[in-house]
């Protein structure tokens, strides 16, 4: 069964940056498109950001210009950079293959942005 272990989360200030991780053990890695999907309490879970398999990227409109993703294939895991962040992106974090879900849900990293 595949596991998406995410990491990196917590609490921080409006401006802060975090750094969070998506360790995977999806076979053939390489070859699959990877994205971040957030949820906001009382929200449905939604698609922030996504990487394909050669690198191109692309971000919800609220997320881009703050968010980069990348993703490390050796590794099999995926990351995302959160710079200047604001309340509104306080939720919990999951990352999956995108734009569709393929694997059951890991248990998220939880990004608590507040003052």
């Known amino acids: 069964q595949v596991q998406l272990v995410e990491s990196g989360g917590g609490l921080v200030q409006p401006g802060g940056s975090l750094s969070l991780s998506c360790a995977t053990s999806?076979?053939?890695?390489?070859?699959?498109?990877m994205g971040w999907y957030r949820q906001i309490q009382g929200s449905q879970r939604e698609l922030v950001a996504r990487?394909?398999?050669?690198?191109?990227?692309s971000y919800a409109d609220s997320v881009k210009d703050r968010f980069t993703i990348s993703r490390d294939n050796g590794k099999t895991t995926i990351y995302l950079q959160m710079n200047n962040l604001k309340p509104e992106d306080t939720a919990v974090y999951y990352c999956?293959?995108?734009?569709?879900?393929?694997?059951?849900w890991g248990q998220g990293t939880r990004v608590t942005v507040s003052s």
């Open positions: 999956n293959t995108a734009p569709q879900s393929l694997y059951d």
């Open positions: 999806i076979d053939m890695f390489g070859f699959k498109v």
């Open positions: 990487i394909g398999v050669g690198g191109t990227t």
